[in-house]
């Protein structure tokens, strides 16, 4: 098979895939709101989302060049972004606040979901029962046990993660799969606070 073969092939059944969820998603209701699905094809421009390019060279530029006046912008939308995230080993969650220009002017449409969260601040992070031996305590047990704050830190008791050298030293709120994703989010994210910092011990190489 061919290289232009392969990839019409690709296109082929990411078409058939985005058809298959946009049948199922198209006309449906989450939490009271209603879904409209929009197909866009391979062969598509993503829109509006339609910078990836642009993206992908601001995390490949060194740290001079993220500053120029063509990335510079993205940086500040990454930013951003990331002070409303919390990065698990298996979850990514975008939560908004109440006090940034952003979240203010595009305010929560969930009400009901934010205060069932807002006493936890986040999503639990698995948290073993008490009352069952070698169990993890279910999202509603963990919700009625009152707890007022998060129990530990994110992934504090998944056995693939080393809380020491995975989890961000400064924010606690960023799981690290690999010593250049650190590095990359410490250059962008916390530049300042880690100028001075020691280098931690070596990751292991588990995932």
């Not at 279910?138 to 919700?143: G, I, Q, S, V, Y």
Request: hydrophobic letters at 25%; proline letters at 4%.
């Amino acid at each position: 098979m061919s290289e232009t073969e392969r990839k019409e092939k690709e296109e082929i059944v990411y078409d058939n895939a985005v058809d298959i969820l946009n049948s199922y998603w198209n006309g449906k209701q989450y939490d009271g709101y209603n879904i409209k699905s929009t197909k866009v094809a391979a062969k598509e421009t993503p829109s509006p989302y339609n910078d990836y390019s642009t993206v992908k060279q601001y995390f490949d530029a060194g740290i001079k060049a993220r500053d120029s006046d063509k990335l510079k912008h993205i940086g500040q939308e990454y930013k951003l972004l990331m002070k409303h995230c919390t990065k698990s080993t298996n979850s990514l969650q975008f939560i908004k606040c109440d006090s940034c220009e952003h979240c203010r002017s595009h305010p929560i449409h969930s009400d009901k979901l934010m205060d069932f969260l807002k006493p936890h601040k986040r999503h639990f992070t698995p948290t073993p029962s008490k009352s069952i031996q070698n169990s993890f305590c279910t999202f509603l047990e963990l919700h009625n046990s009152k707890i007022t704050k998060p129990e530990g830190t994110i992934d504090a008791h998944c056995p693939s993660v080393n809380i020491e050298t995975d989890l961000c030293r400064i924010c606690k709120r960023y799981i690290f799969m690999s010593a250049a994703e650190e590095k990359k989010h410490c250059q962008i994210l916390h530049s300042k606070v880690t100028k001075n910092k020691a280098p931690r011990q070596k990751r292991t190489s588990q995932k």
